[in-house]
């Protein structure tokens, strides 16, 4: 079954403690992306990779990063959360034609 | 860059047929997409259109003209399950390489017996 999983789904932390947020795709897609998603804002995104060692700003990316090592995983760090990036957070990893197709679960981080 | 406008909330009755908007300004069209978000969860894809016309999908349905920069969600047959968040989206233009979406805020759907 084609799926994106993340990790943790809900975390509550303080303010300047460095956290990561996985992803992971069994499809073997080469595109994977971040968005935050906040109320009456939508879903933004954050970062995006088109492949492997491949990434690049989304529309979000002040105090987010990302790597691609290989091709399954796009982990979303934050080296010094603050409280503005309290937010529900989605991997997403889309077919070539109907994008993104597969958002995982999603992350609801709190910062305090 | 890209806008999207959709209406904040809707209020139909299980059964009926609702209609939800959306008008879009963007730099290079390169297809539309519909998703449906229950509370909390991952928004799930519904449709997706690229050419002028109506999709239909069950009992879904979406509209696109390109030259007025509007789309529209039909929902027929309203079960209390459709009450969900619609979230409207384009991709970015093709030169742009990026492959995002730009979402509107989303419709809140609320179905009532």
Same mark, same amino acid.
């Given at each position: 079954?084609?799926?994106?999983?993340?990790?943790?789904?809900?975390?509550?932390?303080?303010?300047?403690?460095?956290?990561?947020?996985?992803?992971?795709?069994?499809?073997? /897609?080469?595109?994977?992306?971040?968005?935050?998603?906040? =109320?009456?804002?939508?879903?933004?995104?954050?970062?995006?990779?088109?492949?492997?060692?491949?990434?690049?700003?989304?529309?979000?990316?002040?105090?987010?990063?990302? +790597?691609?090592?290989?091709?399954?995983?796009?982990?979303?760090?934050?080296? +010094? =959360?603050?409280?503005?990036?309290? +937010?529900?957070?989605?991997?997403? +990893?889309?077919?070539?034609? /109907?994008?993104?197709? /597969?958002?995982?679960?999603?992350?609801?981080?709190?910062?305090? | 860059?890209?806008?999207?406008?959709?209406? @904040?909330? !809707?209020?139909? @009755?299980?059964?009926?047929?609702?209609?939800?908007?959306? @008008?879009?300004?963007?730099?290079?069209?390169?297809?539309?997409?519909?998703?449906?978000?229950?509370?909390?969860?991952?928004?799930?894809?519904?449709?997706?259109?690229?050419?002028?016309?109506?999709?239909?999908?069950?009992?879904?349905?979406?509209?696109?003209?390109?030259?007025?920069?509007?789309?529209?969600?039909?929902?027929?047959?309203?079960? !209390?399950?459709?009450?969900?968040?619609?979230?409207?989206?384009?991709?970015?233009?093709?030169?742009?390489?990026?492959?995002?979406?730009?979402?509107?805020?989303?419709?809140?759907?609320?179905?009532?017996?």
């Amino acid at each position: 079954e084609a799926q994106v999983t993340q990790n943790p789904r809900y975390l509550i932390t303080v303010t300047g403690k460095k956290l990561t947020v996985t992803c992971s795709q069994n499809m073997n /897609h080469e595109y994977m992306s971040w968005y935050r998603q906040d =109320p009456g804002l939508g879903l933004r995104q954050i970062y995006y990779s088109m492949n492997v060692e491949v990434t690049d700003k989304g529309d979000v990316p002040e105090g987010y990063k990302v +790597s691609r090592k290989e091709k399954r995983n796009f982990p979303l760090i934050l080296e +010094s =959360p603050s409280p503005n990036q309290t +937010s529900l957070y989605f991997c997403a +990893s889309p077919r070539p034609t /109907h994008q993104p197709q /597969h958002f995982g679960d999603g992350t609801r981080l709190s910062i305090l | 860059g890209q806008n999207i406008d959709q209406p @904040t909330e !809707m209020t139909a @009755t299980e059964g009926a047929i609702v209609q939800i908007n959306c @008008t879009y300004q963007t730099s290079g069209f390169n297809g539309l997409f519909w998703y449906q978000q229950h509370a909390g969860e991952a928004p799930t894809f519904l449709s997706y259109n690229v050419l002028d016309g109506l999709e239909e999908k069950g009992r879904f349905s979406s509209f696109l003209s390109r030259s007025k920069g509007y789309s529209y969600l039909l929902l027929k047959e309203l079960q !209390m399950k459709d009450s969900a968040s619609y979230l409207c989206a384009v991709r970015d233009p093709l030169y742009t390489g990026r492959r995002a979406l730009t979402f509107g805020s989303g419709t809140r759907l609320q179905v009532q017996p």
